[in-house]
């Protein structure tokens, strides 16, 4: 999929209305992916995002050691991939090859970018003082990217137990808020 | 509007799919609401949840002080409400009374309930150490209300400047994700 820089100030948009979202990691050239959707955003510009890795998840050692991450933002066209790579573990399955996914390289980070993702958000590890107790890791943003297309993708939201509630409709209402 | 206790372990079922949330507070007997987005699940059970709320807020010193919040999760018919409560400041709006939201009494914290959400989460927060460099409260749930009724609320996830993204279809794929 073509790609664009995203400015960082921009990031908050995506990851705000709470998407699921695919982590991809690499760790001694294997790659991994896992599907999260415990994560929220901490800080604007740079942006800062907090996110729960369950240190049974295949990710969690991959991320802990690597101290980098993408976070990649799947439209609805991907919520097979996204519960079968929830399903699966790195440990046993190549889940871009299984799940036919496509690593393309990042700019900052040594994970790949999943490219059938319609944004992908290099991350970098800031913070891993609650990772013991909470398995929250914190991440800046270090570059972002977008697809070029003005095609308006709709996310998926995890409501539990493999239903998902697709992006409806959108409003506009007068606000100061950013 | 009625409500029933919804059990602790359905909590995050409501959630993790990233809906705006009105937090209520209350000190001294002067209770406030704030319009909030920044929150993630950390834990199914007992419910633990990370949320970043601003220092420049009245309600950040508020629940620093009480140590306690109700997140009250409002449907899309609110969605003026929501707006015009993160539009404005408790230090110079009743806010219950400004926008016609009503204040019931909650079970277990002196943060009073908003009727009008379709859920109340009665939160007590566990862990500051993060407050003062972040801004991150870690709370846990400590009674859970959701209406009786049976009709599918639909919320609203915020996108930035005020444009919001109604909850569309749901669709639901065999996962053994929770």
Redesign the interface.
């Given at each position: 999929m073509k790609k664009k820089t995203l400015p960082l100030s921009?990031v908050?948009?995506l990851l705000?209305?709470?998407?699921v979202v695919l982590v991809s990691s690499c760790l001694n050239h294997h790659a991994n992916i896992m599907?999260m959707?415990?994560?929220?955003?901490?800080?604007f510009e740079p942006p800062?995002i907090?996110?729960?890795i369950s240190n049974r998840n295949y990710s969690f050692d991959m991320i802990k050691k690597t101290k980098q991450c993408v976070i990649n933002i799947p439209d609805?066209s991907l919520?097979?991939q996204v519960?079968a790579c929830?399903?699966s573990t790195g440990r046993k399955v190549d889940k871009f090859n299984k799940f036919n996914l496509s690593a393309t390289p990042a700019a900052m980070v040594k994970a790949p970018l999943i490219d059938e993702c319609f944004a992908n958000l290099e991350c970098k590890v800031i913070d891993t003082?609650?990772v013991n107790q909470?398995?929250?890791f914190?991440l800046e943003v270090v570059h972002a990217w977008v697809s070029t297309s003005s095609k308006k993708y709709?996310t998926?939201?995890?409501?539990?137990?493999?239903?998902?509630?697709?992006?409806?409709?959108?409003?506009?209402?007068?606000?100061?808020?950013?």
């Open positions: 921009n908050y948009k705000e209305p709470g998407p599907t959707s415990w994560q929220t955003m901490m800080d800062v907090g996110c729960v609805m919520a097979k519960v929830g399903n003082r609650m909470y398995n929250l914190i709709k998926i939201h995890h409501a539990g137990n493999g239903v998902f509630v697709v992006d409806g409709k959108i409003i506009k209402l007068p606000s100061k808020m950013k």
